[in-house]
């Protein structure tokens, strides 16, 4: 039993030496064959028609031989998994940061009595959070500008947009006052 943990433990360190290799290949703009076929060469060529040792050349402790082509490529995708998942949580913060931003601007925008900058502060943040995906585009043929006070703080408050405009043409309400 102690032996096996040794063995893991060493398994484990020449894992990462491998995956430090891999790391530095991908960053050089290295395609996955190239760099299965780096990690288990124990030349390359040097440029000049010759060969050098390959500095890349990684060996699996257990067996003597270089790593399997199947382990390198898990090893890349881990690697390229691990970089998604990063670049995914850093645009959600980045994203919620820009949310923020937004909300106070529209918060400005009400102060000062801004419908325009409200609406367009809206739109943005639409935009931010995935608002206009494809499934959720809804065609209005409707001058948004001459929405009231009134229409744009339900549309701010979450209420459908569409449904908004719908209740106004079904009223017929004069955009500068609201009243029917």
Not at 27 to 40: D, F, K, P, T, V
Request: no cysteine.
């Amino acid at each position: 039993m102690g032996k096996r943990a040794v063995d893991h433990r060493w398994n484990v360190h020449a894992r990462a030496v491998m995956k430090r290799r891999v790391l530095a290949l991908l960053a050089r703009g290295m395609e996955e064959h190239e760099i299965i076929q780096n990690l288990s060469s124990e030349m390359r060529p040097d440029g000049e028609g010759g060969w050098k040792e390959n500095r890349s050349y990684t060996e699996n402790p257990r067996t003597g031989k270089p790593y399997s082509q199947e382990t390198i490529n898990r090893v890349i995708h881990e690697i390229l998994d691990e970089w998604s998942r990063r670049d995914a949580e850093l645009i959600k913060l980045w994203r919620g940061e820009l949310v923020g931003h937004n909300k106070e601007l529209e918060r400005a925008f009400w102060g000062r009595g801004d419908l325009r900058g409200v609406l367009s502060t809206i739109n943005q943040r639409a935009q931010l959070v995935g608002g206009f995906a494809p499934s959720n585009v809804v065609a209005l043929n409707v001058d948004l500008t001459e929405l009231t006070h009134e229409e744009l703080e339900r549309i701010a408050a979450g209420e459908d947009p569409s449904s908004v405009i719908s209740s106004r043409t079904a009223g017929a309400s004069d955009p500068g006052t609201g009243e029917a």
